[in-house]
């Protein structure tokens, strides 16, 4: 996982857009937008996470930042 591939795609896409993005590749569709990463697994998980990322930023009202570090930490805490 690459926090720059993130940020560029929360910066970019639109949470819409993320989504479908998200729906093709679980459908093993190519999906509509470029996505950065050495493999299906983690261009996928750049998806997820920009989706959550958006999402938390636009319920808590937090910056890209705040939401990246709260992302992190749940991701961290569900591996532990």
């Known amino acids: 996982m690459k926090p720059a591939v993130i940020k560029k795609l929360t910066e ?9 993005a998200e729906e093709d590749m679980l459908e093993e569709k190519l999906p509509l937008i470029e996505i950065e990463g050495d493999d299906e697994g983690e261009r996928l998980t750049h998806v997820m996470a920009a989706i959550w990322i958006l999402k938390d930023m636009e319920k808590n009202k937090t910056d890209y930042r705040t ?5 992190m930490g749940k991701v961290r805490k569900s591996i532990s």
């Open 67 to 71: 939401s990246l570090r709260n992302y």
């Open 12 to 20: 970019e896409q639109s949470l819409d857009t993320l989504i479908k």
